[in-house]
């Protein structure tokens, strides 16, 4: 349905969830059929929370120096060189999933917004 892919590998196994992202491309074949601005502003917005949802699914799974290190709280991951253990509040990977959980509710808000939008002018039109 939408045109760029982007893939996100979620283990060695090679377990791909594939997210399809809706592009100016798309957005003007919808045009073209006779979509509205804002059914189609909905495609993007939906499609860039769905990758936002995708991210943070896997970024929030465990590494392999999880499965491997945490039984002894984390002593020994190599992790530890370079940052601070996964659940502190200065550790990188925290800061970015709180990032990127901010901007996730900056995209639902926007969809939000655009929703009702898209609501207003299908009742708009139901009356003409």
Known sequence: MFGANVIFHRDIAMDV??????TVEDLKKDLDKGFSDSETALKKWESILEALIAVEQVSI??????????????????????DYPCGH????????????????????????????????????????
């Open 61 to 82: 799974q465990v590494t392999s120096f999880c499965l491997k290190y945490q039984e002894n709280n984390c002593e020994g991951c190599p992790i530890l060189n370079y």
């Open 17 to 22: 969830k594939e997210i399809k992202l809706y």
């Open 89 to 128: 509040p200065y550790a990188t990977f925290t800061l970015f999933y709180q990032e990127l959980r901010k901007i996730k509710s900056l995209a639902e808000r926007i969809y939000s917004i655009l929703k009702m939008i898209e609501e207003n002018e299908r009742e708009r039109r139901k009356f003409v």
